[in-house]
């Protein structure tokens, strides 16, 4: 079945950029059907939409993070990926990648594990 | 936009019933059939249980049932039982972006 899987650096200093890297496996991430997205969630809190993407790189932004935030695809590698620039301690969380379905029926499933990220000096 | 407003816990004895709400507005919740409900146990991914207000998706028990009344919506766990202790995310779509509850903790006394 369909696996999401994040990867990046544990750790970035404040004021730098945060990268991560989700890869699809089990399936294509060139869909018509589905979105692809980053999902924050700070330790101990609830959940926070960060950006879509479609597989023709399409993107949709959390306004709240514009300008900070971009998102990209790489279908040859069958992965997706995320930038937040200008870090804070306020950025600290597990990052999830999940695919996402918006019409007709709206869900984000399966999800990735997660990828624990923590801004400090 | 804010937050949807979630209880910040609920409780409930193995074999009761519980309800769990979640309250929008008129430009999310009550504007869209697009509310969906998310199970995370402690160090885990959440995990979709309801889609479009009172959708299962397929492998989820008929104890998880959703319904929507105005710009409020419900999540509702009958027959409670120990696996059920997790905390549980209410989503909705709202037009150009997409909104999160805060998180219910479900404590199984």
């Known amino acids: 079945q369909l696996q999401l899987q994040e990867s990046g650096p544990g750790l970035v200093k404040p004021s730098e950029t945060l990268s991560l890297t989700c890869t699809v496996s089990?399936?294509?991430?060139?869909?018509?059907?589905?979105?692809w997205v980053w999902i924050r969630q700070p330790p101990g809190k609830g959940l926070e939409w960060i950006a879509t993407?479609?597989?023709?790189?399409?993107?949709y932004y959390n306004p709240s993070l514009k300008g900070r935030v971009t998102i990209s695809v790489d279908t040859s590698k069958n992965q997706f990926s995320l930038s937040l620039t200008s870090v804070t301690a306020a950025d600290t969380a597990v990052y999830y990648c999940a695919r996402y379905s918006y019409k007709p029926t709206n869900w984000f499933d399966p999800w990735g594990q997660g990828s624990l990220v923590t801004v400090s000096s | 936009q804010s937050a949807l407003t979630q209880p910040a816990s609920v409780s409930g004895s193995p074999g009761q019933s519980i309800t769990i709400s979640c309250t929008g507005s008129?430009?999310?919740?009550?504007?869209?059939?697009?509310v969906s409900w998310y199970q995370q146990h402690p160090g885990k991914a959440p995990k979709l249980i309801i889609f479009d207000v009172s959708q299962r998706p397929s492998g989820i028990s008929y104890r998880f049932s959703g319904s929507k009344s105005g710009n409020t919506a419900s999540l509702t766990i009958s027959g409670l039982q120990a696996e059920d202790e997790a905390d549980y995310h209410c989503?909705?779509?709202?037009?150009?972006?997409?909104?999160f509850g805060g998180g219910t903790r479900l404590t199984v006394l």
């Open positions: 089990g399936g294509s991430i060139i869909s018509s059907s589905y979105f």
């Open positions: 989503c909705s779509y709202a037009d150009i972006t997409t909104l």
């Open positions: 008129s430009s999310d919740v009550g504007g869209y059939n697009y």
């Open positions: 993407i479609s597989y023709s790189g399409t993107p």
